[in-house]
């Protein structure tokens, strides 16, 4: 069965720092590769998409990620936090139309 | 461009009525895709359009749930009956087939 994990619920890390958020998949096949940004009682904002070529993708506001294929990850990465990345991450794989979510990573940013 | 819209933003209801959810894709953009999203937690699937027809409806709950796209753009969730447990995050999502889904801001529904 098709599913995406992500093992960190609340990560906290200070302004400044850096910052790795986990995603695992389990497909038959690779999928297309998502990660989105949802803003406390917002809609979902794409961050960034992996479909296939480069493994290391950039996406906005200075985010990238690392398609790992003996992994089955792609790991969300930024090397220095800002207060206004205070949200929470999704990583979502897709494949045929069929988009799974995973539950979420909070991220809060101290000072 | 005009970005997903979706509306109401919120919407408050009693139980056993009849709400309808509408969703306004990015023109041009011939699939769609329905979520739910309880708190905490991620979204999940409900349904997906193909133009007008419902190419994938595994995701709706019961039978109390039923989405239409008439004209291959704008389309409506419905619910009947509503029930407390159906109060979540309602998000549309638009896309060209097979590529990247583009959010709307999402309906707060409750069930008082």
């Known amino acids: 069965a098709q599913s995406v994990t992500q093992p960190d619920i609340h990560i906290t890390v200070s302004e400044g720092a850096s910052l790795e958020l986990r995603c695992n998949y389990s497909y038959g096949a690779t999928p297309y590769l998502f990660w989105y940004v949802q803003s406390p009682g917002q809609g979902l904002q794409l961050l960034l998409k992996?479909?296939?070529?480069?493994?290391l993708v950039q996406g906005i506001k200075g985010f990238e990620a690392e398609f790992k294929r003996s992994q089955s990850s792609f790991n969300l990465r930024k090397p220095s936090v800002h207060w206004s990345d205070a949200a929470e991450y999704f990583c979502a794989p897709s494949r045929d139309n069929d988009m799974r979510f995973g539950a979420g990573t909070r991220l809060t940013v101290k000072p | 461009g005009a970005g997903v819209s979706q509306t109401p933003s919120n919407k408050v209801t009693e139980k056993g009525k009849y709400v309808e959810l509408r969703c306004d894709p990015i023109?041009?953009?011939?699939?769609l895709y329905w979520y739910r999203q309880s708190l905490g937690q991620g979204p999940e699937f409900l349904i997906y359009?193909?133009?007008?027809?419902?190419?994938?409806d595994s995701g709706l709950p019961n039978d109390r749930f039923f989405a239409v796209r008439p004209e291959g753009s704008v389309s409506t969730l419905k619910i009947q009956r509503t029930e407390r447990g159906d109060s979540a995050m309602y998000l549309c999502?638009?896309?060209?087939?097979?590529?990247?889904?583009?959010f709307g801001p999402g309906t707060r529904l409750t069930v008082l």
């Open positions: 992996y479909f296939s070529g480069d493994t």
């Open positions: 999502a638009s896309s060209s087939p097979g590529l990247t889904q583009y």
């Open positions: 359009f193909q133009g007008t027809g419902a190419a994938d």
């Open positions: 023109s041009g953009h011939t699939a």
